[in-house]
C-alpha cells in the first residue's frame, strides 16, 4: 500500500511533467493569422505542411480582429503572415508599419488591376465583389420586389429583412461603407444608411454571417461578397445573387508579411505558396469563390468575374487611409447604429 | 523537509536555517536557468540569456547574496540573527532583482521566475525565524509567495485596467471616459426620429418608481431615512427600466437585464430549492440532481445557441408552430430567457444552502401555535430565507453583468457592457476604451457586492449551528405543491428539449433545412476540432491542478493563521471571482503585453488566467470543508514538534481529499468551459474549444458547433459523474456548492 502510494505520487508528476511539455518545441513553423473563412483557414494547414514539410500554426480570426491583434502585439508579434481578410486593413497595417511588403515569387503572374489598385502595400491574394444575396421565396411572401439598386434598400418593404456586418468588427461592412460614400458621396450615403437602417434585422460580427439567416429564411436580402454567396448556393440553400444596378465596390483580399515576424523565411515560403495556383486551389477545395490573384490558376466555374458587372473605381489608397476609415466608421457608430429600429 | 536541528546555547537559540534549500534552488537557477527572455517561449535556452551574461554586476549581487545566505543557512548559526540577514540580503536581492527587469523591461525568464521565488522564500524563513513575525517559516512563507501570486495576477491586471482608462499615450487625461459615456454606444436615450419624447418617458417612469419607493417604504410609519432609501432606490430603478425600456446603449441594457433576470432566477431557484427540501415525490428530488449539474457542464452559450433553434427567425416554436417571422429573440428577450436557463441552477445551489439550514422546530412551533400556513411562511420562513435570497439576487446580477456568450449570439443590435469590452478592444482596437468599459463594469460589480454587505451585514440571521435541528418540515400544501412541480415540470421540458435539439442538430445535414441523418459533423469535429478539444483540456487541467494548490494554501493561510493583512490576502483572491471574465481578460492583455510581465500569445497566460479565476471557488470549498476539522488534530501535530508543512501534508491534506478532488474537477470544468476571461488570449498553437464553437456557429456551421456541445457536455458529465463515484468510494459526499 505504502509503495503504491509513493508510486502514485511520481506517476502524478511524471503526468503533470509529460501534460506539460507535450506541444512544445516545433522546429519548423509558421504562424498565421487567418482572416477568410473558417474553411479555408482549416484547409490551408495541412495543404502547405504536405507541400513543404514546414507546420502552420493558425488562429482564425475576422479581419479588424485581426488588426486589433497584430497591432497589440506589434512590439513583439507572435504572428508572422496575415492570410486573407478585406484589404484596407491591409493597407493600414502597412502604412502603420505593422507588415512590411514582400515580392512573392509569383509576383510577375499576379492580376495587374489588382496589382495597381494596391501598390506595394500588401500582396494581392484574390478578389470579392460586394452585392445582395437574395432569398426570392422570403421576397414573395412578403409581396416585396427584389432589389436591383442599393437605393431600394429603403424600401419600407423591406423592415427586419436585411442583414448585414457591423464595420466595428468586420471589414466587409467597411468596403460597404467605401463603396457607398464613393457612390453617393459621404452625406448622401449616410442618409442612406440611417434610411435602410430601420430594414435591418440585425448586423452581425463577421461579413459572412448573413448569408447564414438568408439561407435559412430568416431575412430576405444579406449584403455582402459574393463569393461567400456562391459558395452557400452550391451547398443547396435556396439564394440568388443581385449586383447592384448603381455599381458596386470590390475587396482585394490581402496577404501580409509581419515586421518583425519571428518565423520570416517559413513566413515568406508561406507566403509564395499561398498566392502560386496550387495555393489559391486550395481555397477552391474548400468551397471557396473569389477570383484567385494568380492568373495562372485556372479557375472553376462559379467565380463572379468583375468583366461581368458594373464596378466602381475603388479608390484603396484614399479608403485604406486609418484616419479616414476611423473617422468613417466612429460617424457610422454614432449616427447610424444607435438609432432605434422600433 | 529537514530536520531543524534546535539546540539551546547559553539561552541563544541557533541551528541551521530550511532556507538553504531555496538558496540552493537559486543558485542552480542563477547558474543554469535563462534569466531574461527574448521572445514568447519561456523554454529558451541559450547561453547568452544567462544572468551572469545578461548583466554581469546583477548575476554577481545575487550570485554572492544566495550563496552567502545558503551557506550561512547550512551552519549552526543564532537564529534571530541569521533570520535578519534572510530578511535584509533576502529583501534587498528580490528588489534589485525586480527593478532590474522593471527598468530594462526585459521578459522574466525560467530563471528569474525561479530565483525571486526562491527568495522572497527565504525572507519568509528568514521573518519567522528573527521573531518579526510569530508564524512558522512555512506559513510566512507561503504567506508572501500567495500575496506576490495575488499581487501580480489579480490586483496588477485590474490596476492597469483602471490605469488605461486614464491613461491615454501615456497621458493623464479624462477625455476618454468623458467620450466613452456620453457615446450613444454607452448609453443613448433621446431618438430624433421618433415623434414622442424618449427622455420624458424615461424621466416620467423615474419620477414614478422613486414615488412608488418612497410610498412603500413610508407605509411602516413615516421614518425619514426609510422613506429617503425608499425613494433612491426607486429612482434608480426608475431610471434603469425606462432608460432601458425606452432607450439604449449597453449601460442601460446591461443593468435592466440583469434587473430582469434577477428576480425570475431567484424566485426560480427558491422554487426548486423548498421542493428539493419538502416535496414528498420521488421525481422532483432526483430530477433536481440533474437540475443543480446542468450548468457546470455547460459551455456558456450553449443554450443560447439551442434557443436560436427553438424561437429564432426559423425557430420551431416562432416559425413552424406559430407562423411567426420575427426576430424577437434576438435582443434583451432572448438574451434574457437564455440567462434564467443558464443561472436559475446556481440560484438554486446558493439557497438550497439557506433553506437547508432552517430549522424545522420554529415552524412547527409556529404551527403548534396555530399560525396559518401562510403566516408561518410571512413571519418565520420568509425572514429566514431573505439573506440568501439576497445573495441569489446579488449574485445573479453580477452574473448577467458579466455574461459574454449569450449577449454576443443573442444580443442583435442592443449592446451590453460585457460585449463593448471585447468590441472595443477587438473590433476598433481602442485599449483605453475597452478599459474605461471595463472600469465600469468592474465598478458596477464592486457596488453591488457593497450592498450586499451592507444589506446582509447588519443582521444577523443565524438560527442553527452545525446540523439543523431534529424535527421534520410540514409538506408543503397540496396546492403549492402542485404549483410548484408544474413550474419544475415545465421547466425541466424546456431544458430537456433544449439540450435533445442540440443533440439532434449535431446528427444531421442542415438543420431544419435539410433534416436527413449524418455523421459529418463528428468527422469534421474529429478531423478539426480534437486537436483544439484536447489542448482545452491540457491547458484546463494544468490550470486546474495549479488553482487547487494555490486555493488550498490561501484557504489554509486565510483560514487558520493568523497573520497581519490576512482579511487583504482573502479579499485579494475573491476579487477575480467578483470580476466579469471580459475585464479580466482585457486586464491581462494590458498587462501582460509587453515588458518585464511579457506573456501574451503563450500557453501559460491562458493557463494562469483560468488559474485565478478557478482558485476563488477552491479556496470556498477548502474553507469550509477546514471548519469541519477539528482544530485539535493539527495542535496535536503541532505539539508533537511537527512544522506546519508536515501538519498539512500528513494531516489536513489526507483528511481534505475529497474537498480537493472535487475542487480539482470543479476546476477543470470550469476551465473547459470558459470564455469570456480567454477569449483575448487565444494564440497560435493554443486555441481553445469554446472559442472556436463560437466561431463555427457564428459563421453558420451550427451542426459542427452542436457536435462539438454534444462531445462536451457528454465528455464533462463522464468526468462529473466518475468524481461522484470516487467521492463516494472514499465515504464522503462532495457538495456542488463549491462549485458555483
Not at chain 1, 495541412?46 to 502552420?56: E, L, S, W, Y
Not at chain 2, 454587505?453 to 444577523?460: I, K, P
Not at chain 2, 405543491?481 to 430537456?496: D, F, K, S, Y
Not at chain 2, 442538430?505 to 442542415?510: E, K
Given at each position: ?17 509529460l ?24 484547409a ?13 500554426r ?12 497584430l497591432?497589440?502585439e506589434q512590439?513583439?508579434p ?26 512573392v ?10 496589382k ?10 484574390y ?7 437574395i432569398?426570392p421565396?422570403?421576397?414573395q ?8 439598386c ?5 424600401n ?18 467597411y ?27 440585425e ?30 448556393k ?6 440568388e ?14 496577404l501580409?508579411l ?7 523565411a ?17 481555397g477552391?477545395?474548400?468551397g471557396?469563390?473569389s ?6 490558376t485556372p ?14 473605381n ?13 473617422r468613417?466608421?466612429t460617424?457610422?457608430?454614432?449616427e447610424?447604429f ?5 | 523537509?529537514?530536520v531543524?536541528g ?15 534549500m531555496a ?7 542563477l ?5 531574461g527572455r ?14 551572469l551574461?545578461?548583466?554581469p ?16 543557512s ?10 535578519y540577514a ?19 523591461s ?8 525561479l530565483?525571486l ?7 519568509g ?50 477625455n ?5 459615456l456620453?457615446?450613444p454606444?454607452?448609453?443613448?436615450i ?5 415623434d ?9 417612469t ?19 431615512p426609510?422613506v429617503l432609501t425608499?425613494l433612491g ?8 427600466i ?14 435592466y437585464?440583469?434587473l430582469?433576470v ?24 432526483r ?9 457546470l457542464i455547460?459551455p456558456p452559450?450553449?443554450?443560447?445557441f ?9 425557430g ?27 443561472f436559475t ?13 432552517l430549522n ?8 403548534t ?19 440568501g435570497?439576497?445573495a441569489?439576487f ?25 460585449t463593448?469590452?471585447f ?7 481602442d ?8 472600469a ?6 464592486l457596488?453591488i457586492f ?11 440571521f443565524v438560527?442553527?449551528?452545525?446540523k439543523?435541528?431534529?424535527?421534520n418540515?410540514?409538506?408543503l ?6 404549483t ?16 435533445f435539439s442540440?443533440f439532434?442538430?449535431s ?19 474529429t ?11 491540457q491547458?484546463?487541467?494544468?490550470s ?6 494555490v ?7 486565510v483560514?487558520r493563521q ?10 485579494g ?20 503585453n509587453?515588458?518585464?510581465?511579457l ?48 501538519t ?17 474537477v470543479?476546476?477543470f ?24 464553437m463560437?466561431r ?7 451542426g459542427?458547433?452542436?457536435a ?14 466518475i ?15 463549491a462549485?458555483?
Amino acid at each position: 500500500m505504502a509503495m503504491w502510494k509513493r508510486n502514485v505520487r511520481w506517476w502524478f508528476f511524471a503526468a503533470l511533467v509529460l501534460t506539460m511539455s507535450t506541444g512544445l518545441a516545433q522546429q519548423r513553423v509558421v504562424n498565421v493569422i487567418c482572416s477568410v473563412t473558417q474553411n479555408w483557414c482549416e484547409a490551408l494547414g495541412p495543404a502547405f505542411k504536405q507541400a513543404t514539410g514546414i507546420d502552420v500554426r493558425i488562429v482564425s480570426v475576422s479581419t479588424n480582429e485581426a488588426l486589433a491583434r497584430l497591432r497589440a502585439e506589434q512590439a513583439n508579434p507572435t504572428f508572422d503572415v496575415w492570410f486573407g481578410g478585406t484589404g484596407d486593413p491591409h493597407y493600414e497595417a502597412f502604412k502603420d508599419a505593422i507588415t512590411e511588403w514582400y515580392r512573392v515569387k509569383a509576383y510577375n503572374d499576379l492580376s495587374p488591376t489588382m496589382k495597381a489598385a494596391i501598390g506595394t502595400t500588401y500582396i494581392p491574394l484574390y478578389q470579392g465583389i460586394l452585392g445582395f444575396g437574395i432569398n426570392p421565396k422570403v421576397l414573395q411572401d412578403r409581396g416585396a420586389p427584389i432589389p436591383r439598386c442599393w437605393k431600394d434598400l429603403a424600401n419600407p418593404a423591406y423592415r427586419g429583412l436585411i442583414q448585414v456586418s457591423n464595420p466595428n468588427t468586420s471589414g466587409t461592412a467597411y468596403t460597404l461603407i467605401a463603396t457607398l460614400v464613393q457612390i453617393f458621396g459621404e452625406e448622401e450615403a449616410f442618409n442612406l444608411m440611417r434610411s435602410y437602417h430601420r430594414n435591418v434585422a440585425e448586423y452581425t460580427r463577421s461579413g459572412v454571417a448573413p448569408r447564414i439567416a438568408l439561407g435559412r429564411g430568416e431575412i430576405g436580402i444579406g449584403i455582402q461578397f459574393m463569393h461567400d454567396l456562391v459558395e452557400f448556393k452550391k451547398q443547396g440553400f435556396p439564394i440568388e445573387i443581385v449586383a447592384p444596378c448603381e455599381g458596386t465596390g470590390y475587396e482585394i483580399g490581402g496577404l501580409s508579411l509581419v515586421r518583425g515576424a519571428k518565423n520570416k523565411a517559413n513566413g515568406q515560403a508561406f507566403m509564395d505558396w499561398a498566392v502560386s495556383p496550387a495555393g489559391q486551389q486550395v481555397g477552391f477545395r474548400a468551397g471557396i469563390f473569389s477570383l484567385p490573384s494568380n492568373t495562372k490558376t485556372p479557375l472553376i466555374e462559379g467565380i463572379p468575374n468583375p468583366k461581368d458587372f458594373k464596378l466602381i473605381n475603388y479608390d484603396a489608397k484614399k479608403y485604406g487611409d486609418p484616419d479616414l476609415r476611423t473617422r468613417l466608421i466612429t460617424r457610422w457608430t454614432r449616427e447610424v447604429f444607435p438609432l432605434p429600429r422600433r | 523537509m529537514a530536520v531543524i536541528g534546535k539546540t539551546s546555547l547559553k539561552g541563544i537559540a541557533s541551528g541551521r536555517s530550511p532556507a538553504w534549500m531555496a538558496g540552493l534552488v537559486a543558485l542552480v537557477s542563477l547558474l543554469v536557468l535563462p534569466w531574461g527572455r527574448t521572445d514568447r517561449s519561456l523554454l529558451e535556452f541559450d547561453s547568452k540569456l544567462l544572468v551572469l551574461n545578461q548583466a554581469p554586476w546583477l548575476g554577481g549581487v545575487l550570485l554572492a547574496v544566495v550563496a552567502v545566505l545558503t551557506l550561512s543557512s547550512l551552519l549552526h548559526l543564532p537564529l534571530v540573527q541569521r533570520g535578519y540577514a534572510l530578511v535584509g540580503l533576502g529583501g534587498a536581492g528580490f528588489l534589485v532583482g525586480v527593478g532590474w527587469l522593471v527598468s530594462t523591461s526585459v521578459p522574466f525568464g525560467v530563471g528569474a521566475l525561479l530565483v525571486l521565488t526562491a527568495l522572497l522564500v527565504m525572507v519568509g524563513i528568514g521573518l519567522s525565524e528573527s521573531g518579526i513575525i510569530q508564524n512558522d517559516p512555512f506559513v510566512t512563507s507561503s504567506i508572501l509567495v500567495c500575496s506576490l501570486f495575488v499581487l501580480l495576477f489579480i490586483a496588477y491586471p485590474l490596476f492597469t485596467v483602471l490605469r488605461e482608462s486614464v491613461l491615454v499615450k501615456g497621458v493623464f487625461t479624462l477625455n476618454k471616459i468623458q467620450s466613452v459615456l456620453t457615446s450613444p454606444l454607452f448609453i443613448s436615450i433621446e431618438n430624433p426620429y421618433t415623434d414622442h419624447s424618449e427622455q420624458l418617458l424615461v424621466n416620467l417612469t423615474t419620477l414614478g418608481l422613486g414615488l412608488l419607493g418612497a410610498g412603500l417604504a413610508a407605509r411602516g410609519g413615516l421614518r425619514g431615512p426609510r422613506v429617503l432609501t425608499g425613494l433612491g432606490v426607486g429612482l434608480v430603478l426608475g431610471w434603469i427600466i425606462g432608460a432601458g425600456i425606452f432607450g439604449g446603449g449597453a449601460f442601460p441594457t446591461s443593468l435592466y437585464l440583469a434587473l430582469i433576470v434577477a428576480p425570475i432566477t431567484t424566485a426560480l431557484g427558491l422554487v426548486f430549492a423548498l421542493l428539493e427540501q419538502r416535496s414528498r415525490a420521488v421525481w422532483v428530488r432526483r430530477s433536481l440532481g440533474v437540475v443543480s449539474l446542468l450548468p457546470l457542464i455547460t459551455p456558456p452559450f450553449v443554450f443560447a445557441f439551442a434557443l436560436i433553434y427553438w424561437l429564432g427567425r426559423s425557430g420551431i416554436i416562432t416559425s413552424d408552430l406559430l407562423g411567426l417571422k420575427t426576430s424577437f429573440l434576438f435582443g434583451i428577450n432572448g438574451v434574457a430567457i437564455a440567462q434564467v436557463f443558464a443561472f436559475t441552477p446556481v440560484a438554486f445551489l446558493i439557497l438550497r444552502g439557506s433553506v437547508q439550514g432552517l430549522n424545522p422546530a420554529l415552524e412547527e412551533a409556529s404551527t403548534t401555535l396555530r399560525a396559518h400556513p401562510w403566516q408561518t411562511f410571512r413571519d418565520i420562513t420568509w425572514p429566514l430565507l431573505r439573506p440568501g435570497l439576497a445573495a441569489a439576487f446579488l449574485l445573479t446580477i453580477i452574473e448577467s453583468l458579466a455574461d459574454f456568450g449569450n449577449p454576443m449570439l443573442l444580443g442583435g443590435d442592443r449592446n451590453f457592457l460585457s460585449t463593448e469590452v471585447f468590441l472595443a478592444l477587438t473590433g476598433r482596437y481602442d485599449p483605453n476604451e475597452a478599459a474605461v468599459y471595463g472600469a465600469v463594469l468592474l465598478c458596477l460589480v464592486l457596488v453591488i457586492f457593497g450592498l450586499q454587505r451592507l444589506w446582509l451585514g447588519n443582521t444577523s440571521f443565524v438560527t442553527v449551528t452545525g446540523k439543523p435541528g431534529a424535527g421534520n418540515f410540514s409538506p408543503l400544501p397540496v396546492w403549492l405543491e402542485r404549483t410548484l412541480q408544474t413550474i419544475l415540470a415545465l421547466w425541466g421540458l424546456a431544458v430537456v428539449l433544449l439540450y435533445f435539439s442540440i443533440f439532434f442538430g449535431s446528427f444531421v445535414q442542415i438543420w431544419g433545412i435539410n433534416n436527413s441523418f449524418t455523421f459529418k459533423h463528428y468527422v469534421d469535429l474529429t478531423n478539426l476540432g480534437l486537436p483544439v478539444l484536447l489542448k482545452t483540456a491540457q491547458l484546463a487541467f494544468i490550470s486546474a491542478i495549479i488553482a487547487t494548490l494555490v486555493g488550498f494554501l490561501i484557504a489554509y493561510l486565510v483560514s487558520r493563521q493568523q497573520f497581519w493583512g490576512r482579511g487583504l490576502l482573502e479579499v485579494g483572491s475573491m476579487l477575480s471571482f467578483a470580476t466579469p471574465g471580459t475585464v479580466m481578460g482585457v486586464a491581462y492583455i494590458l498587462a501582460f503585453n509587453t515588458g518585464p510581465w511579457l506573456l501574451t500569445g503563450t500557453g501559460i497566460i491562458i493557463v494562469l488566467a483560468l488559474v485565478f479565476r478557478n482558485m476563488p471557488a477552491a479556496v470556498r470549498g477548502v474553507i469550509s470543508g477546514l471548519s469541519q476539522i477539528d482544530k485539535s488534530l493539527e495542535e496535536a501535530s503541532t505539539l508533537l514538534r511537527a512544522p506546519s508543512s508536515t501538519t498539512l501534508r500528513r494531516v489536513l491534506i489526507p483528511l481534505l481529499i475529497p474537498q480537493l478532488l472535487a475542487g480539482l474537477v470543479f476546476a477543470f470544468v470550469r476551465g473547459m468551459t470558459a470564455i469570456s476571461q480567454i477569449i483575448f488570449l487565444i494564440s497560435p498553437g493554443n486555441a481553445l474549444a469554446t472559442v472556436l464553437m463560437l466561431r463555427w456557429i457564428e459563421q453558420g456551421d451550427l451542426g459542427r458547433g452542436a457536435a462539438m456541445a454534444t462531445v462536451m457536455i457528454l465528455g464533462l458529465l463522464t468526468v462529473i459523474l466518475i468524481l461522484f463515484a470516487v467521492s463516494r468510494r472514499l465515504g464522503r459526499g462532495t457538495s456542488l456548492e463549491a462549485a458555483v
